[in-house]
């Protein structure tokens, strides 16, 4: 364990990235990335001229500490997917502001800071080419941004990396078919780590995988999160998963952040009425909670992101909902010691 | 001895592929009593849906029933014809499916569908049928019935969807609802809305239902007895306390160590080590020998069989015997040969 670590420390030093240090005074350092109103709208067509926007993403603001993982949950079509892909600029935002470790994302730059963000995606059948050995594909990226001189530099590099993320280095010349759910994550997150980024988006890189396996996949994450001070954004649907993972929880609604708060703050304390529910909608593997649990059941379903509601976009399943949520729709502040939460009425 | 609802014995389905016989299902046995729900735990490839598939005879083309029995009432449906079973499926049985998209058919109206299960299997006629299906409609918690009779599937979001299909299997007020992962496809908040409704209607009709899922919350939220399954055998089976406060089988263990509970913790999961199962090349012991870390030299040699632990709990596992014998030394033999990995559960 020691011995990886000092080889790849060692290795850090050799790939730094030129100069992505953070100069402007303004943001917290702290973070490695601060995300402020980020919007993303896209045209969906309606008819031959007329087309209505889907706010996929509206106006959401958030930032991750260094060394931490901010878990994003919500239901499908809330929009969790493409906060992750519009910060990587795989999705360019339509408005709002990104920043990596200080430093503005934009078309320009962005291939060059994508050297320290990487991402790891939920289907590990899809996500790998099933033309290339695992070692071209963990080798991909370091061709691209040119980190080794030699190939055999790279191999080395690539050997290592598999190491690190439980692959033999025998498996290097086969095909990703040949492989298992489980390890062809395993391989996914090789190829995410292979440039040393310092930031991970996780888009649901367990929900594939059978439970046994995703613990080991999940335990893998939080040792290299230890072993490399890697950041994550760990977007799931599943709760639990995120709760296991994550140091604080942001809940979205309809492309809307509602509530974001630590981890135990937010399943003891839900302040959001969506919140409350979808916590309490989590079947638990234990058959004595469960017996004892008030689920609050929602009624209805989620309403079509093309015809947000207005105001507040949970108003029409909320129990609490008043003429204001109609009208206005409800900031998104600090009700003290980072817990965010929009809600009129809580 | 009393007559079950619903008793499958030494079932065995295996699916002839070229690449050689997968033996789906391995010579199973269990009992579903009247008004029970009886959740089927395991992972991808354990055999939980293809049992179900076999007990509705509903199997797709490699895969055969290829020995056992399956009694219903005392009566063995593999002995059925074609169309007796035709007949008693929706009947007696229902069973409804994961991905409510696929098993609902795209251009036929949610009432054309449901009029048409109706129309098979009751003697209700003309338009006692449409009323029917209204009725089902409202009982299963959609509104505004008569308006949702007219539209197609792909009008209703995937909880709708799941709620017709339960609907349809409610149909003929079976006596056994097989649920295979009826809730996989849905949302949290969805799938806390379909639980409850499974949940109110098994009590309000009596009826018994067959749970399966690799969900071990849905199984610890809904059944009253869980049966857990790898590689196509059963390896513990119990009441849903036994098996989640006093899991007796290696696999079981490890599958609750390996699962994130409700609270934030900083207790490590324990993963299940190696890779998930083979069934082209299963083991000549237990199915989980070359994955747990209590194996002994037994486990991987001679498949365990399962042992009676009380009235309602029993396991398939050999370290189970190992530490009987050495609770019984003076009466038996030499104890089985253990390595170390002893475990206090």
């Known amino acids: 364990m020691t011995d990886e670590k000092k080889n790849l420390t060692g290795l850090a030093d050799d790939v730094k990235p030129d100069a992505s240090g953070p100069d402007s005074g303004k943001l917290d350092l702290d973070n490695i990335l601060d995300v402020r109103n980020l919007s993303k709208y896209f045209d969906i067509k309606t008819g031959f001229f007329s087309s209505l926007p889907l706010k996929a993403v509206d106006d959401v603001s958030f930032f991750i500490r260094h060394k931490e993982t901010l878990g994003l949950v919500g239901e499908s079509g809330c929009g969790k997917t493409t906060v992750g892909r519009a910060l990587m600029w795989l999705y360019p935002p339509t408005s709002g502001e990104v920043y990596f470790d200080g430093e503005r994302i934009s078309e320009k730059n962005v291939r060059s800071l994508r050297r320290n963000m990487q991402m790891v995606f939920q289907d590990p059948y899809s996500s790998l080419n099933p033309r290339m050995t695992v070692e071209d594909i963990i080798g991909e990226s370091l061709s691209i941004h040119k980190i080794f001189k030699t190939k055999k530099e790279q191999r080395e590099r690539v050997y290592e990396l598999m190491r690190l993320v439980g692959l033999n280095k025998e498996h290097a010349t086969r095909y990703s078919h040949e492989f298992s759910g489980g390890q062809r994550q395993r391989i996914g997150i090789a190829r995410a780590l292979a440039i040393n980024p310092k930031f991970i988006v996780c888009d649901e890189s367990v929900s594939a995988l059978d439970v046994s396996i995703q613990a080991q996949i999940l335990n893998m994450f939080k040792d290299l999160q230890d072993q490399l001070n890697l950041s994550y954004l760990f977007i799931a649907h599943d709760i639990l998963v995120v709760t296991y993972m994550s140091d604080r929880i942001a809940v979205m609604y309809l492309g809307k952040i509602v509530e974001l708060a630590k981890t135990d703050e937010i399943n003891k304390n839900p302040i959001h009425p969506y919140t409350e529910s979808l916590f309490s909608a989590v079947p638990i593997p234990d058959p004595r909670t469960a017996r004892q649990s008030n689920r609050i059941v929602l009624e209805g379903d989620v309403p079509s992101p093309l015809h947000v509601p207005s105001g507040c976009a949970f108003r029409t399943r909320c129990p609490y909902a008043t003429e204001q949520c109609t009208l206005e729709t409800p900031p998104f502040e600090d009700r003290g010691s980072e817990h965010f939460v929009a809600c009129w009425n809580r | ?345």
């Open chain 2, 1 to 345: 001895m009393a007559e079950y609802l619903l008793q499958v014995e030494n079932l065995s389905t295996s699916f002839f592929t070229d690449a050689g016989e997968v033996k789906a299902v391995n010579g199973i046995s269990f009992e579903l009593d009247k008004g029970k729900v009886l959740g089927i735990v395991g992972e991808s490839g354990s055999g939980k849906s293809v049992t179900a598939y076999s007990i509705m005879q509903i199997l797709s083309f490699p895969g055969r029933v290829t020995g056992g029995e399956i009694r219903f009432k005392g009566k063995d449906l593999l002995k059925l014809s074609d169309k007796k079973m035709r007949e008693f499926r929706g009947e007696s049985i229902s069973i409804i499916f994961q991905d409510p998209m696929t098993s609902l058919n795209p251009v036929y109206t949610i009432g054309n569908q449901l009029d048409e299960a109706i129309r098979l299997h009751t003697s209700r006629k003309g338009q006692e049928i449409r009323e029917r299906s209204l009725e089902l409609i409202g009982l299963v918690g959609i509104n505004d019935p008569k308006r949702r009779v007219k539209q197609y599937p792909h009008e209703l979001s995937g909880g709708m969807r799941q709620r017709v299909m339960i609907a349809m299997a409610l149909a003929c007020e079976p006596d056994i609802l097989i649920a295979d992962e009826p809730t996989t496809a849905l949302d949290v908040t969805i799938q806390a809305q379909i639980l409850e409704l499974i949940k109110d209607l098994q009590q309000q009709f009596g009826m018994a239902v067959i749970m399966i899922t690799h969900d071990l919350g849905v199984i610890a939220d809904m059944c009253d007895e869980i049966i857990v399954m790898y590689a196509g055998s059963i390896c513990e089976r119990g009441t849903t306390d036994d098996i989640f406060y006093s899991p007796k089988h290696e696999y079981t263990k490890n599958l609750l160590k390996s699962i994130p509970k409700a609270q934030k913790s900083d207790e490590r999961l324990i993963p299940i080590a190696g890779n998930p199962i083979d069934l082209l090349n299963l083991p000549d012991g237990c199915a989980f020998a070359p994955r747990c870390k209590a194996a002994m030299e037994i486990c991987l040699e001679q498949s365990p069989e399962e042992i009676a632990l009380s009235e309602t709990h029993s396991a398939a596992c050999w370290v189970n015997v190992r530490d009987y014998l050495i609770n019984h030394k003076d009466d038996a033999g030499a104890p089985a040969s253990g390595t170390e990995g002893g475990d206090q559960a």
